[in-house]
């Protein structure tokens, strides 16, 4: 794992965030450790997880509120989250501040609601992060649902999303951080054949991480 700048998410916060019922993830982290593939700097217990900044936000302005939300339990944490309006100053060109957020970001979290679908700014952004999967070979695109009975994008048709309401923020963001952690190990075991499918040879790294932890 690596990061070029800010902040690195600590690895307390994470284990408590995840919980007990997540203990597969962190056993496979524990067992990284021990091979020499993760480092914890010193009594912080921080892994070095994403570069330069950990999450891209996009959302619908109607759904801001929403959204912030997700930004203050991401940052909970310990992750760094690009978000327009902390990350465009007045003056900046906003189309070329949020291409360059798309890519800066290890991930990609869209916030998807009748008013996301229908925002054809955040359509771009949809197109712009998948065209990043298609090059990294790696899951960059996390859809959260949050409306009902929702026509997805047909660009996310294929993706598994995570639904999410107002009632259900902590037990959502606890599947959210569980699927980052795992998808962030599978990009240190080996590059990815495919969209979010690890190599052969990250397949067999795995299998011997969990081999070490039954040992």
Known sequence: FYQKNGAMPRLNAITEELGA????????????????RLTRDGDVQSIRLLPTKDIFISYSSKD?????KIVEAFKRVGYTVWLDDMDILVGEDIVRKVFHGIRECRFFVVILSENSV??????????????LELEKGQTVVLPLVISDNLNLPAALK????????????EEGMRKLLESIVLLSLHGTLGPAEALGKPSRNADREYEEAVEHMKS
């Not at 801001?64 to 912030?68: G, I, N, R, S, V």
Request: proline content about 0%; overall charge positive; charged content about 30%.
């Open 21 to 36: 019922s997540n203990k597969a993830a962190l056993d496979l982290i524990d067992a990284l450790e021990k091979k020499g």
């Open 64 to 68: 801001k509120a929403f959204a912030l």
């Open 118 to 131: 229908a925002s054809h700014w955040v359509q771009e952004e949809i197109s712009s992060a998948r065209l």
């Open 158 to 169: 294929h993706k598994k999303y995570l639904k999410m309401s107002e009632k259900n923020v």
